[in-house]
């Protein structure tokens, strides 16, 4: 009994700590892959500019530039709604200053605060919300239409992966709290959840 103990002993030890080397390497390389993900993200965010709409512009020493303080966090709240705005002549649609607001047949829509915070951004939004969100083109994956110009009828062409990066990559940015205000949308295009 003794003498099984002897051998029985190093043989557990073994076994326990090569699980916790296991545990360890597939720890580190599931950190990498997100890791990976974020910085894929990254550059697709970067190289389709999400943040020309949904990061504000302010007026800088050489003209208009993007508010970085305020990335990708939505049409600033403290601006709000703003009135449709009147076509004239060939002019159909307009944007405001900080081109985070459009007016256009579609109505009044802003841009969404993309950044991590809980209340206002897309803290409590899963990965399959945001997949869901820009390949149907509905609210959250779920409610009523995406409006114009945001262009997910292209970006629903991309990779469950890309999108899946694009998404590993917003949860790292700098959460910032900003409420955007709601959509006007004329009532025959505010389309109900199906
Ligand atoms: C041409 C301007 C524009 C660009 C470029 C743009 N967006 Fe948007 N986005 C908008 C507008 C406007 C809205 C708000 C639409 C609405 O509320 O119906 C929006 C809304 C969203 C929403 C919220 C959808 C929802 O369910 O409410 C997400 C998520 C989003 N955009 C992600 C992105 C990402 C990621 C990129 C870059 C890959 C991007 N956008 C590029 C204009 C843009």
């Excluded at 208009?64 to 449709?84: I, K, N, Y």
């Excluded at 047949?105 to 820009?134: C, H, K």
Aim: charged content about 15%; overall charge positive; aromatic content about 8%.
């Amino acid at each position: 009994m003794k003498k099984d103990m002897l051998i029985a002993l190093p043989v557990l030890a073994v076994a326990f700590v090569t699980a916790l080397t296991v545990y360890a390497q597939q720890r580190t390389e599931k950190a990498g892959k997100t890791a990976t993900a974020a910085q894929r993200g990254q550059y697709l965010v970067t190289v389709i500019g999400c943040s020309d709409c949904h990061t504000p512009l302010k007026m800088g020493a050489n003209g208009p530039e993007p508010d970085m303080t305020r990335f990708l966090s939505g049409h600033p709240e403290q601006m709000g709604a703003l009135p449709a705005n009147k076509p004239q002549g060939p002019w159909l649609w307009a944007g405001a200053a900080t081109n985070t607001a459009f007016s256009g047949p579609w109505g009044v829509s802003y841009a969404a605060n993309l950044t991590p915070d809980q209340n206002s951004g897309l803290g409590i939004w899963t990965e399959d919300m945001f997949v869901r969100a820009i390949r149907t083109g509905r609210h959250m994956g779920t409610s009523r239409e995406i409006l114009p110009p945001m262009p997910w009828p292209a970006f629903r062409n991309a990779s469950d992966s890309d999108l899946k990066a694009i998404y590993a990559y917003l949860r790292t940015i700098k959460p910032v709290a900003n409420h955007v205000p709601d959509v006007q949308a004329p009532p025959t295009l505010v389309v109900q959840a199906r």
